[in-house]
């Protein structure tokens, strides 16, 4: 990353059933994940065909788009917790670099 | 980034804050995580809400989780055979029913080609040997648990020992916030258990030597168990699955209060059962055996099942009537039975029983010669009554219509989730914890308070209230203290006697003493602020939602009743199971009460408006409550009927109350101990009434009411197609039409909401009945409560699950019918495919077979079936293949002999002899 004054961290993006949030969620957190952002009801394509998006009565059985930024060195750990969530289930995951300005936030 | 590879745990070494050990604990969490899905979240007895307790096998077809289940829990998800082929001599499962069924299952089964074994024989067909073989050839072996921990292997009764202690400590640890002490409240459970954990004297030194060298990560004991038995990869995560599979009911529990946030999870269980199992057994990883045989896979379409037994020839040839020497002829049928492998006859067995039920249950095809009544829309009817889904409402619904009717008024019922759309938290005057009243599916968006006029009377009433509660809670805590309860015995001893012989041999009486007692602190006339409490674009979004949902977005009569159920019940354990699912296990009044709140409300009726739905001025919404045990229907809000409808009400309360007789001797017929199942069908309204007032009130009775058992399909469609039928209280009936589905987004909601939460409850009604002692809660009256949150059967062992058996069957026998969810949509074929496309969640289900659907556009339309390949037709709902019209309703006093038949004719309907009550 090329700004000046921003710290390098790693994004992890999970797509994954509402209910296996509080499963990752906790992951996430016993790695020290200090926060993560949860967008429910997203929609799309993908291995298993088309996911509508938001149902009106149903929150349960939505898709949830789970990210959250750690420091480098924590990333590894978490990805590792991770993959046998998903190789067990269904649900995909993104990994990027990206920065931040306030890195205190995620340490 | 470099990959970790989780299967190399051991590798790694186990001490705290080593580099890899936070990688090891992410691992073995994820892997946990992953293995969790082998238990469903079991909610606290006081919100018990029916799910499938093998949800997590959903991911996989039905005929693949018959087989998963079978080797992970030793359990089935249908009947065994010999239930089938009884349900087959009782004419419940047909020849037509398994010929159907194998027309689905094996495909060299729709070829009708005869064949003959020799000139002279009769000819037979594929389908022919195949239906020999499910009636007579010898029964296929039971199912058994191969997924088994280490203890499990080795030592039964070391692996009793563990689950023993891990049972005592964990339901501690839950059932700490009811406790009147406990050495665990207030710290979360793994801290809790390793510091009294290490001193427990009823385990050896060494046990407890070895816990307090545990470290503060549960992650670490659980890599520390898979280190010493060196297990790695999948072995790893059948260890973790064994153990969360050993005792599912805690299991599941533990789950659940996870998600809640109380200081336990699966992580914490499974790292201390593993560590009582490899501190306790005297064992090391050589002694284990290897692997279990990978699963056993299971096909939707039969692959075949190699060479036949020759026993099994035999059993057909005999079955067939054909000589058991002739060689040409045992060839011919060995090739027909290598088609289906003998571990897949049941699941033929239960596509047979789903489409006996199908066939009983389907509304008709219109133009067919079979019955039923139309209605033509005309007039303005006197009024609409809205009632829950839950299939109990039917045979009510049925009462009302046929009571209405002799009265000349038209009253035209429809069905709709019980929470009427309202997704709310209640809190109630009496000041009880505010609860989420919705389905589990949905989080509660709006906190909806009970709110009097009168704030001096509330308040007053309140403080009596508090009163009493002090009294009852003084007696509790001594209840539950140590030695308080000697005294109390001594003090209280004889009084409490005598109650208890009055409330026992006097349930009615009592019950009339205990309102008189309370009628001093008679509460104040009250209102649900939903039209407060939500915005006035969430009032109008989801009172159009729900109107546009149920298809009632004209011919508004003056008077619309919205029933909300709840379930009257005494010293019963599962009383949330009785009530509303679609209120998250409470009574249904204040979601009816909070929805005619938003209703009535000018604002929300001008927003209607702009949206193509007038409702009337002088329409008013009023809810009721129907108690499913008593069959009464109660105004919830009489002071908020305005003058002008006074009349209507108290005449829509007269069919109510005639409707009640008819309603509660078709339920008593079937329920053991009732007038109506020892006198026939033929005693006296009264004496019917009494017993289920009686069934309310009495805390000995473990039969108050049958709850949804016998449900079997969901109905969505205008009660046009369904009125007239019974139903048998066997279907969920949901009003639906196309018309007022301008866009189809009525569909989908029903389909992706109210569709799920009746597989839920199908679900967990199915392996309640076909498992009892693995999926069911026992039999009531050896339910023990642990915490008010879970039971055991007797003094130990698993906390159950499910439901009693006093709500599936009585003494042996299922009274439930355990098949899978018949669906039947009226609508657009075109607008079912398109939220079959949207919807993940709805084909997994389809694809999976987990349940069925048939879609229709039109009540002349034939029904057609969804498969894999696309839509086909097979005959259900036309003559002879549909649900039969209803009969008149039955009064003692003039129709005895035809109600008996009537109720005899559906597998629900099963009168109970007297001797079979417990």
């Known amino acids: 990353m090329n700004i000046e004054g921003l710290t390098s961290m790693t994004k992890i993006e999970l797509v994954i059933p509402s209910a296996e949030v509080d499963a990752v969620t906790a992951l996430m957190r016993s790695v020290g994940a200090t926060g993560y952002t949860a967008l429910g009801g997203v929609s799309g394509v993908g291995h298993h065909g088309a996911h509508g998006g938001r149902m009106l009565f149903n929150d349960h059985d939505a898709l949830t788009l789970l990210i959250t930024v750690v420091p480098s060195e924590r990333a590894a750990a978490l990805v590792a917790g991770l993959r046998p969530v998903l190789e067990g289930g269904s649900g995909v995951m993104f990994v990027s670099s990206t920065a931040v300005s306030r890195p205190e936030y995620f340490r | ?918």
């Open chain 2, 1 to 918: 980034m470099t990959a970790t590879n989780h299967l190399n745990l051991p590798n790694d070494t186990v001490a705290t804050g080593e580099p890899g050990s936070e990688t090891r604990r992410a691992v073995i969490r994820g892997m946990i995580a992953a293995a969790d899905r082998v238990v469903a979240p079991h909610r606290p007895l006081t919100a018990f809400v029916a799910r499938n307790p093998l949800a997590g096998y959903e991911r996989w077809g039905f005929d693949e989780a018959v087989a998963r289940a079978a080797a992970e829990h030793g359990t089935r998800l249908t009947l065994d055979e010999p239930a089938f082929r009884r349900r087959h001599l009782a004419g419940i499962i047909t020849d037509h029913d398994l010929r159907a069924a194998l027309d689905r299952h094996v495909t060299e089964a729709r070829d009708r080609a005869r064949w003959s074994p020799r000139p002279g024989w009769h000819s037979l067909s594929v389908a022919d040997i195949l239906v020999a073989d499910l009636y007579a050839s010898p029964l296929a072996p039971a199912p058994e648990r191969t997924l088994l921990t280490p203890a499990e292997h080795l030592d039964p009764r070391v692996a009793a020992r563990v689950d023993d202690l891990v049972l005592r400590w964990t339901t501690a640890h839950l059932g700490s916030a009811h406790a009147a002490w406990s050495p665990m409240r207030d710290e979360a459970f793994w801290p809790a258990w390793r510091r009294l954990a290490a001193r427990d004297p009823l385990v050896p030194r060494r046990v407890r030597r070895g816990i307090r060298a545990l470290g503060p990560h549960p992650e670490d004991a659980v890599a520390e168990a898979l280190a010493h038995w060196r297990l790695l990869g999948d072995d790893a995560g059948r260890f973790l699955r064994a153990h969360l599979a050993a005792l599912p009911g805690l299991a599941g529990h533990v789950a659940n209060a996870a998600s809640e946030g109380r200081g336990i999870d699966l992580v914490d269980l499974i790292a201390v059962r593993a560590t009582y199992e490899r501190l306790l057994l005297p064992a090391g990883p050589d002694q284990l055996p290897d692997g279990p045989a990978p699963l056993p896979r299971a096909s939707v379409r039969s692959t075949g099942g190699g060479r036949a037994d020759p026993q099994r020839i035999d059993a057909v040839m005999e079955r067939l009537g054909l000589a058991g020497d002739d060689g040409d002829a045992r060839a011919v049928v060995g090739r027909v039975l290598s088609l289906v492998r003998p571990e897949e006859r049941i699941l033929i067995w239960q596509e047979a029983l789903d489409h006996s039920a199908a066939r009983r249950l389907a509304p008709p095809r219109a133009g067919g010669t079979e019955a039923h009544a139309t209605v033509e829309p005309g007039e303005r009817p006197f009024a609409q009554a809205v009632f829950c889904i839950d299939p109990r409402s039917e045979g009510l619904r049925r009462a009302v219509e046929q009571e209405a009717g002799r009265r000349g008024l038209e009253v035209d019922t429809l069905g709709f989730a019980g929470f009427f759309a309202v997704a709310m938290r209640w809190h109630d005057l009496d000041g009880d914890p505010p609860a989420a009243a919705c389905p589990v599916l949905l989080e509660p968006r709006r906190d909806v308070g009970e709110r009097a006029a009168d704030a001096v009377g509330a308040t007053r009433y309140r403080e009596r209230l508090r009163a009493r509660s002090a009294a009852a809670a003084v007696v509790a805590r001594a209840k539950q203290s140590l030695v308080a309860p000697y005294a109390l015995a001594e003090t209280a001893g004889w009084p409490m006697g005598a109650a208890a012989a009055v409330r026992t041999a006097r349930p009615l009486a009592w019950a009339r003493f205990v309102e008189a007692w309370q009628g001093g602190a008679a509460r104040p006339a009250t209102r649900a602020d939903a039209d407060a409490a939500f915005a006035l674009d969430e009032r109008v979004a989801y009172a159009e939602a729900a109107l546009r949902m149920m298809g009632l977005v004209g011919g508004f009569a003056r008077l619309v009743l919205l029933a909300g159920h709840g379930a009257d019940t005494v010293n019963n354990p599962f009383a949330s199971a009785l009530h509303c699912g679609a209120c998250g296990g409470l009574r249904g009044g204040p979601n009816a009460r909070a929805a005619a709140a938003m209703l009535n409300d000018p604002g929300t009726r001008a927003g209607l408006a702009g949206r193509g739905i007038r409702v009337p001025e002088d329409t008013v919404f009023v809810a009721v409550e129907h108690d499913t045990v008593t069959d009464r229907v109660a105004v919830c809000e009489p002071w908020s009927v305005p003058a002008s409808h006074l009349g209507d009400v108290a005449q829509a309360e007269a069919v109510l109350r005639a409707a009640r007789p008819a309603a509660v001797r078709e339920r008593l017929a079937t329920l053991p101990g009732a007038p109506a199942a020892s006198a026939a069908i033929a005693a006296p309204d009264a004496a019917l009434l009494a017993d289920a007032d009686r069934r309310a009130a009495d805390w000995s009775e473990s039969y108050p009411e049958w709850g949804l058992a016998g449900n079997a399909a969901l109905i969505v469609a205008p009660r046009r197609a369904t009125r007239g039928l019974d139903l048998a209280r066997r279907t969920f009936l949901h009003s639906y039409e196309a018309e007022a589905d301008l866009d189809g987004s009525a569909l989908e909601t029903i389909l992706t909401a109210p569709l799920i939460v009746a597989q839920w409850i199908n679900a967990q009604y199915l392996t309640s009945t076909v498992d009892p002692d693995r999926w069911g809660a026992g039999p009531k009256p050896l339910a023990n409560l642990v915490g008010a949150f879970a039971v055991q059967t007797g003094y130990g062992g698993d906390l159950r699950t499910g439901l009693p058996w006093q709500s599936v069957g009585v003494g042996r026998d299922p009274v439930h019918e355990p098949v899978r969810l018949q669906v039947f949509v009226q609508a657009p074929v075109a607008r079912v495919c398109a939220v079959i496309g949207r919807s993940g969640l709805v084909r997994g289900l389809l694809d999976g077979g987990w349940i069925a659907l048939r879609v229709r556009e039109q009540e002349a339309d034939p029904w057609l079936r969804y498969g894999e390949f696309g839509w086909t037709r097979e005959g259900i709902g036309e003559p002879g293949l549909s649900a039969a019209p209803s009969a008149p309703a039955p009064r003692a006093d003039t129709a005895p002999d035809s109600a008996a038949e009537r109720t005899a004719g559906a597998p629900h309907h099963r009168p109970v002899p007297v001797e079979e009550r417990p």
